[in-house]
């Protein structure tokens, strides 16, 4: 999901979506694994000291795609838009997943299997209903469903109140969402619909984009100031989470350097462009590698390391398994994520709407290869 602006790719933004992936994955193989859940049988000490912050990677995640989606639904129409959404997220999850499940079952790896019951949610994700719960092929497929409901939630907005209301929009369900985990703390909608407790690093990112390009800068700084309200309070409750649940202390200033610094760079790489052009294209591939990466690491990286190593030569195991998964993220970004995106995107043009321009005047038709 690279990023796209009007000035071009933003390659420091592919560079920041790369990092969070491997800090992520620090976090599981090198903390998250051994220390609770019973998922990962050798043990890795030695990093725990800086993996357990690794989690705050998702966090900058979400704010990259409310950074990036803000202009995506505005330059687009709202039907151009979800196809797009649907086109970039579910084909190479259908294939992550697979190979994942293959992996699982050819390792016999049980403590991963899954039931026939779990495959209709794995397909779609996001089931906002009561009375149907499954097990996802990987754990770290739970960030999707707060991506596929964040486009859902800003598709509506635009859809019934158009483009204009988007920002004011944000910052009335940030806040409603907000309200409803402080005084109702139990209530089901806010995760099921409002993307939970993580709505306010989307609004965070779409604010940063706004103010950056001095763009609507009194509902910009509006969504901003509700959305740092709510992720404070989320992140504290997060730590209290991963300090309780992992035995373990965390350092709360350290978190907020790092979501902070995942801010900072999102704004300076629109103002600046902090990746030389010479990098541009190296770029473009570490932000394209990266969904696939995030989609495989987990659970695969855990069968590796559970089945084929001992605690022995965990070490030998361990950049062995990163190795692997890096280089099935790169195949898979080749030989598939690209292409069948393109083509996908080229099927479906006649399907899709004119793009837009920031006023809603169309400003090229939907044929042409954007």
């Known amino acids: 999901m690279g990023a796209?602006?009007?000035?071009?790719?933003q390659s420091g933004i592919d560079i920041l979506r790369l990092a969070c992936a491997v800090a992520v994955m620090l976090f599981h193989f090198g903390f998250r694994g051994y220390t609770a859940d019973g998922l990962l049988d050798a043990r890795f000490p030695e990093l725990a000291r800086v993996a357990k912050y690794g989690w705050a990677g998702v966090e900058i995640f979400f704010m990259i795609s409310g950074y990036v989606i803000y202009d995506?639904?505005?330059?687009?129409?709202?039907?151009?838009?979800?196809?797009?959404?649907?086109?970039?997220?579910f084909p190479t999850l259908w294939l992550c997943a697979a190979i994942t499940a293959t992996v699982v079952f050819l390792l016999e790896a049980t403590r991963f299997y899954i039931g026939r019951h779990d495959v209709p949610g794995n397909l779609v994700l996001w089931v906002p209903f009561d009375g149907y719960s499954y097990q996802m092929i990987d754990g770290a497929y739970?960030?999707?469903?707060?991506?596929?409901?964040?486009y859902a939630m800003v598709a509506v907005v635009v859809a019934a109140l158009g483009r204009d209301a988007l920002l004011p929009s944000l910052s009335f369900?940030?806040?409603?969402?907000?309200?409803?985990?402080?005084?109702?703390?139990?209530?089901?909608?806010?995760?099921?619909?409002?993307c939970g407790a993580y709505v306010g690093f989307f609004g965070i990112g779409a604010a940063l984009r706004c103010?950056?390009?001095?763009?609507?800068?009194?509902?910009?700084?509006?969504?901003?100031l509700v959305s740092v309200v709510s992720a404070v309070f989320y992140t504290t409750q997060k730590v209290q989470y991963v300090e309780t649940h992992y035995e373990t202390w965390l350092n709360g200033w350290y978190v907020a350097a790092i979501l902070v610094f995942g801010a900072i760079i999102l704004v300076v790489d629109t103002l600046y462009d902090l990746v030389p052009r010479s990098l541009s294209s190296f770029a473009a591939v570490a932000g394209g590698v990266t969904y696939p990466l995030y989609l495989l690491h987990?659970?695969?990286?855990?069968?590796?390391?559970?089945?084929?190593?001992?605690?022995?030569?965990?070490?030998?195991?361990?950049?062995l398994t990163v190795a692997a998964v890096f280089v099935l993220a790169v195949a898979v970004y080749y030989l598939f994520d690209r292409p069948v995106r393109r083509y996908l995107m080229t099927r479906g043009s006649s399907l899709r709407d004119p793009v837009l321009d920031r006023s809603g005047k169309a400003v090229r038709s939907a044929n042409s290869n954007a």
């Open 4 to 9: 796209q602006y009007g000035k071009g790719r």
């Open 72 to 89: 995506s639904v505005r330059m687009k129409t709202v039907k151009s838009f979800l196809y797009g959404r649907a086109v970039r997220i």
């Open 142 to 150: 739970w960030s999707l469903v707060l991506e596929l409901q964040f």
């Open 173 to 194: 369900l940030v806040l409603i969402n907000l309200l409803l985990k402080i005084c109702v703390p139990e209530a089901a909608f806010p995760e099921r619909w409002l």
């Open 211 to 224: 103010l950056s390009t001095r763009r609507d800068m009194a509902h910009s700084s509006l969504l901003l």
């Open 298 to 319: 987990q659970n695969i990286g855990y069968t590796i390391l559970n089945e084929i190593f001992s605690h022995r030569n965990r070490w030998v195991g361990l950049a």
